[in-house]
């Protein structure tokens, strides 16, 4: 099923294999070694989340094709969306932040590459949990 599920969502011609990432980590089932982290995300994480000791950033889902296509998903089931929070006063050191002010400090819209698209509005929510997601793909080089 994995080999046809994103050509019939993104109506693509895609050459290469779909690998599937769990929580950032490759699944092979038929390999019972320790599965591999995405090494993008291994790298965003070090730059982005140095100090941060748990709970680091990742998507849920990951479907990758090498040179063509990375599709991210945030399964959501019984958990919210957190929203970040107008205070600071909760943010606490070595623990990803979870206020506005923290979370665009930490990660910064001004370093991203010039071709991402995305500034947050100070207005709307700020989605935590999404915007990480989302900055951290911003800085991903991948083959």
Not at 11 to 27: A, F, I, M, P
Not at 70 to 79: D, G, Q, W
């Amino acid at each position: 099923m994995l080999p046809t599920l994103l050509p019939t969502l993104t109506q693509l011609s895609l050459t290469n294999e779909t690998e599937l990432y769990l929580w950032g980590l490759k699944v092979r089932l038929h390999d019972s070694t320790a599965p591999s982290l995405f090494p993008a995300l291994e790298s965003a994480r070090s730059t982005f989340e140095k100090g941060i000791a748990k709970f680091l950033t990742e998507p849920d889902i990951m479907l990758y094709v090498p040179g063509q296509l990375l599709v991210l998903v945030e399964a959501k089931f019984t958990s919210g969306n957190t929203i970040a929070s107008a205070s600071a006063t909760h943010d606490v050191i070595n623990e990803k932040p979870k206020s506005r002010e923290g979370i665009l400090r930490r990660y910064a819209p001004a370093v991203l590459p010039r071709d991402a698209l995305f500034a947050p509005s100070s207005s709307e929510p700020l989605y935590s949990q999404l915007y990480r997601i989302w900055y951290s793909r911003s800085t991903w080089r991948t083959s």
